[in-house]
């Protein structure tokens, strides 16, 4: 008996040192649980709502087997910066899609895997919710079409669906939110591009400073008001009537029309454009007309990227239009000068329409977190 009770006297500790261990048990406790709950990201649900001006309309592009969900659209960011989809980890869509540069990437070409080139030059992803057709030359007739070609061609991501899936499946991610979003774990290429359509029809720009003038929140300099005039007017040389004759392919206030032209680069052009699958001589050359939104921040210019500045961009519908038998007719017979065959605008007035030009910037699309890289963390 009297070694037992020396025992437990052995085993009592001090008031003082029973305190300090509860203390640091407490604090495990507290750690464990800031551990645990900071890799069970919340994910938002329920019906995604659009946030954009009245004037942008209202003849929205989203198919009735793809609704919009906030889930969707978690996932569908996911996936848009996820370089498992591409055949060797590194790249993703966000890499020539980049935020800061209005989803484009200021190259000439693109760089996809093992250094291979895209064809053509990548376009900004801004205001696609209202667009009908994809890529330059029109191929793809939605969002959720015009995803699986950069995903699988050799020069670009260059991996088949069936390999992403794989990859995807084998993650501690991606099933639980698939699930999330379709109701089951099962992946599959179609709900691969489902979310990453539902994903970039949210890069809404609407906030530049030329939207702020259409709400009467800014009021433009000289050179703006005189770049914004030129730009909304076609020339009249015979009425004194100048102007730059922009709006027959960029009017609105989405800055561009659901239409392809040739504009003129060349008189024959070496990449056909839509004549590549109509067959047709009229549509050598032509291309899709792209949004002029953050223009200054989405150089070089054209499908081939051919311009690298505004200055020849404008330069080239002054005075370089190629006459070709695809030539687009807004393109014909304008000019500021009486029985002139080309626009000749005065060295003012080129930079006052890029004034205006520069007014399209919208420097919260390109900051907003919403579109950004997600947490590194949340990738498995």
């Known amino acids: 008996m009297k070694d037992n009770r020396q025992a437990q006297r052995k085993l009592q500790l001090s008031p003082s040192t029973a305190k300090v261990w509860l203390i640091l048990c407490l604090l495990l406790?507290?750690?464990?649980?800031?551990?645990?709950?900071?890799?069970?990201?919340?994910?938002?649900m329920g019906d995604y709502v659009f946030n954009y001006p009245a004037n942008f309309g209202n003849r929205l592009n989203v198919p009735a087997d793809n609704p919009t969900t906030q889930q969707g659209v978690y996932l569908g960011r996911l996936l848009?910066?996820?370089?498992?989809l591409s055949a060797t980890n590194t790249i993703s869509c966000g890499s020539c899609h980049q935020q800061s540069q209005a989803f484009t990437?200021?190259?000439?070409?693109?760089?996809?895997?093992?250094?291979?080139?895209?064809?053509?030059n990548s376009m900004s992803l801004a205001n696609l919710l209202w667009a009908r057709k994809f890529f330059w030359d029109g191929r793809a007739a939605g969002l959720e079409e015009q995803v699986s070609f950069p995903l699988t061609n050799p020069h670009e991501m260059g991996q088949s669906i069936e390999v992403s899936v794989k990859?995807?499946?084998n993650t501690k991610l991606y099933p639980g939110l698939f699930k999330i979003v379709y109701g089951d774990s099962t992946i599959t290429g179609e709900r691969i591009a489902k979310a990453i359509a539902q994903f970039e029809r949210t890069l809404i720009s609407a906030n530049s400073l030329y939207d702020k003038y259409l709400r009467n929140a800014y009021k433009p300099t000289v050179d703006e008001?005189?770049?914004?005039e030129l730009f909304n007017r076609g020339p009249d040389p015979e009425k004194g009537i100048r102007g730059a004759n922009c709006t027959h392919c960029h009017g609105g206030p989405k800055t561009y029309l659901e239409l392809f032209h040739n504009n003129g680069l060349d008189s024959i052009s070496k990449d056909e454009g839509m004549a590549a699958f109509t067959?047709?001589?009229?549509?050598?050359?032509?291309?899709?007309?792209?949004?002029?939104?953050?223009?200054?921040?989405?150089?070089?210019?054209?499908?081939?990227?051919?311009?690298?500045t505004l200055d020849e961009v404008v330069d080239h519908y002054s005075e370089h239009i190629k006459q070709s038998v695809s030539l687009s007719a807004f393109l014909q017979g304008e000019s500021n000068e009486a029985g002139g065959k080309s626009l000749k605008l005065l060295p003012k007035e080129k930079k006052q329409l890029i004034a205006f030009l520069n007014m399209l910037t919208d420097s919260t699309f390109i900051t907003d977190k919403r579109f950004a890289d997600p947490h590194q963390s949340t990738k498995n």
């Open 29 to 44: 406790m507290v750690a464990g649980l800031t551990a645990y709950t900071s890799t069970e990201p919340v994910i938002p």
């Open 80 to 84: 848009f910066y996820e370089p498992k």
């Open 105 to 120: 990437d200021g190259k000439v070409l693109s760089v996809g895997v093992n250094n291979g080139l895209a064809t053509r």
């Open 167 to 169: 990859k995807l499946s």
């Open 225 to 228: 008001l005189k770049g914004m």
């Open 279 to 308: 067959g047709l001589v009229t549509d050598r050359g032509r291309f899709k007309v792209p949004t002029l939104r953050n223009i200054a921040l989405t150089a070089p210019y054209m499908h081939d990227g051919r311009f690298k």
